[in-house]
């Protein structure tokens, strides 16, 4: 009677240990292929005869938007993510093409990367999240402030908030969950440099993709 019961406690333990096994396998396909399925298109703003606005030291930011967009592109394909990317040279595409394209590719992600720039007012400075008002399925608020409070985390950058845009062709003729991240002040000289360091635009780029993947696994 004895033996039986020691007998019944380890055939228990094994298939618990079994099941977990089984577990494991089971969730782990589950993450690659939501990492495979979903699209991600990475939209550097501005190209060819758009330069953007035009720094304080001069940068352009079609530059900076492609310098920063090329990273995070980069960073979330080396994490096995599908990843398009609107234009990886320095050309001209017209905004609603770019929603189109992401429309084509059924993607889930949509995120255009621009920089800001104020007018008669050189101080002003931080990161800001755009967002179209949610009338879609996807929750843009709150991706937008998801992806908006990881890059300020990464950066120590001021926060210019998330705000509401209509008017916006990248978002409001894209299907997907979609936002605009204004990556600094080009008429600040100290935003403007830092914005053209490798150092810099990698935070950003880190904080976007620690964002998204917050977003994506429901934190
Ligand atoms: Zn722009």
């Known amino acids: 009677m004895k033996k039986l019961k020691t007998r019944n406690i380890l055939v228990a333990i094994v298939l618990v240990f079994m099941v977990f096994q089984i577990f494991r396998g089971v969730s782990s396909l589950i993450g690659s292929l939501s990492r495979k399925g979903n699209i991600i298109v990475i939209d550097p703003g501005h190209g060819g005869k758009d330069p953007g606005t035009i720094g304080i030291n001069n940068s352009l930011e079609k530059d900076i938007n492609l310098d920063i967009s090329k990273k995070l592109y980069k960073k979330l394909k080396g994490k096995g993510y599908e990843v398009i990317i609107t234009r990886d040279t320095d050309e001209y595409i017209e905004n609603i093409q770019r929603a189109k394209l992401a429309n084509k590719e059924k993607a889930k992600i949509f995120v255009s990367i621009h920089c800001n720039s104020a007018k008669n007012n050189s101080s002003a400075n ?5 967002y179209y008002p949610s009338n879609k399925a996807t929750n843009n608020e709150l991706f937008a402030q998801t992806v908006l409070d990881e890059v300020l985390r990464n950066t120590g950058a001021n926060s210019k908030g998330i705000v509401e845009r209509k008017d916006l062709i990248v978002l409001n003729q894209t299907n997907m969950l979609a936002i605009v991240v204004e990556c600094g002040f080009l008429s600040n000289e100290d935003e ?28």
């Open 126 to 130: 931080g990161i800001q999240v755009l």
């Open 192 to 219: 403007a440099n830092l914005l053209g360091t490798h150092r810099y635009q990698r935070k950003i780029v880190n904080g976007i993709v620690k964002g998204l993947e917050n977003y994506i696994n429901g934190f």
